[in-house]
Nanobody
Framework: VQLQAFGGGLVQAGGSLRLSCAASGRTFSSYNMGWFRQSPGKEREFVAA????????YYADSVKGRFTISRDNSKNTVYLQMNSLKFEDTAVYYC???????????????????WGRGTLVTVSS
């Protein structure tokens, strides 16, 4: 599946952004989806994941209570609503697809087989 993330931008600390990730193809609903982020000089880190039905989600501790992942399979799109943004949330955000849905929601980037081009989120302090 081909993915394209968008919706990033510059926001003040405490503000909100919603990222979207549009998928091409007819099999979007077959994939668990994840959001990751990467800051300069750091490894890519897990942010959130959602099952293919949207029934279950999982979050990194650093974003729990502030970020919400959701999906609309009729629109082949997964979202990341980011509230109460902090300076340390600044990063390039990537969406990714995991076809091995029987393994549950996974947090390691290596388990995700398809990646979109990232979108930059900059939070000013």
């Amino acid at each position: 599946v081909q993915l394209q993330a968008f919706g990033g931008g510059l926001v003040q600390a405490g503000g909100s952004l919603r990222l979207s990730c549009a998928a091409s193809g007819r099999t979007f609903s077959s994939y668990n989806m994840g959001w990751f982020r990467q800051s300069p000089g750091k490894e890519r880190e897990f942010v959130a994941a959602i099952t293919r039905s949207g029934g279950s989600t999982y979050y990194a501790d650093s974003v729990k209570g502030r970020f919400t992942i959701s999906r609309d399979n009729s629109k082949n799109t997964v979202y990341l609503q980011m509230n109460s943004l902090k300076f340390e949330d600044t990063a390039v955000y990537y969406c990714a697809a995991d076809i091995r849905t029987k393994m549950g929601l996974r947090t390691l980037p290596g388990y995700y087989n398809d990646w979109g081009r990232g979108t930059l989120v900059t939070v000013s302090s």
